[in-house]
C-alpha cells in the first residue's frame, strides 16, 4: 500500500494531469478525429447514420453526383470543395469536452440549414477516440511507474 501512495505523491495531482493529458491526446488525435467527418460526409452521412440531406435541384443533384457518386444520387455531401472539410478544427468547452467546427466563412450558414450535429462524431468513432487515448495514457502511465518519467 504505501508503494501506490508514494507513487500517487510521485505522480503530483494525478486528477489534474490526466484531465490536461487527455486534453493533449485528443488533440493530438484529431486529425483522425476530422477525417473521419471527412468520409463520413463523402457517403452524406450524418453522425446518426441517416443522410444529411436532399438536394431539391434535380441538375445540382446530378452535378454533384458527378463530383461525388460515393453519397448517392440527390444526397447532401457537405464536400464540394472540400475546402470545409479541410478547415475543421476544435475548441476546448471543458475537460474531454470540445466543439468540433469549421473556419470557413459560411459555416454559419451550413450550420443553420443542415445542423451543428453534422460536426460531431458517431458513437462508434467516439468508442474508437477514447480507446486510442486510453491505450496512449496507459502507455505513459506503465512508462511513469517504470522508468518514473512522465513523456
Do not use: H
Not at 486528477?15 to 486529425?31: A, C, H, I, M, R
Not at 471527412?38 to 441517416?50: A, C, F, T, V
Not at 445542423?115 to 462524431?121: I, K
Not at 462508434?124 to 512508462?143: G, P
Amino acid at each position: 500500500m504505501g508503494d501506490l501512495i508514494g507513487l500517487y505523491q510521485r505522480f503530483g495531482n494525478p486528477s489534474k494531469d490526466l484531465d490536461l493529458l487527455f486534453d493533449n491526446l485528443f488533440e493530438q488525435v484529431f486529425p483522425q478525429v476530422k477525417k473521419m467527418i471527412q468520409e463520413r460526409w463523402l457517403k452524406g452521412k450524418s453522425p446518426n447514420g441517416d443522410v444529411i440531406g436532399l438536394y431539391m435541384s434535380n441538375p445540382y443533384s446530378m452535378f454533384k453526383n458527378q463530383k461525388n457518386p460515393m453519397a448517392g444520387f440527390g444526397v447532401v455531401d457537405l464536400t464540394n470543395t472540400g475546402d470545409m472539410g479541410e478547415k475543421i478544427t476544435f475548441g476546448f468547452m471543458d475537460v474531454a469536452e470540445y466543439e468540433i467546427f469549421s473556419t470557413v466563412p459560411y459555416y454559419t450558414r451550413i450550420v443553420q440549414k443542415y445542423g451543428e450535429f453534422q460536426f460531431n462524431v458517431t458513437d462508434k468513432e467516439k468508442e474508437q477516440i477514447f480507446i486510442e487515448i486510453a491505450t496512449k495514457i496507459s502507455e505513459i502511465t506503465l512508462n511513469f511507474i517504470y522508468n518514473g518519467k512522465r513523456n
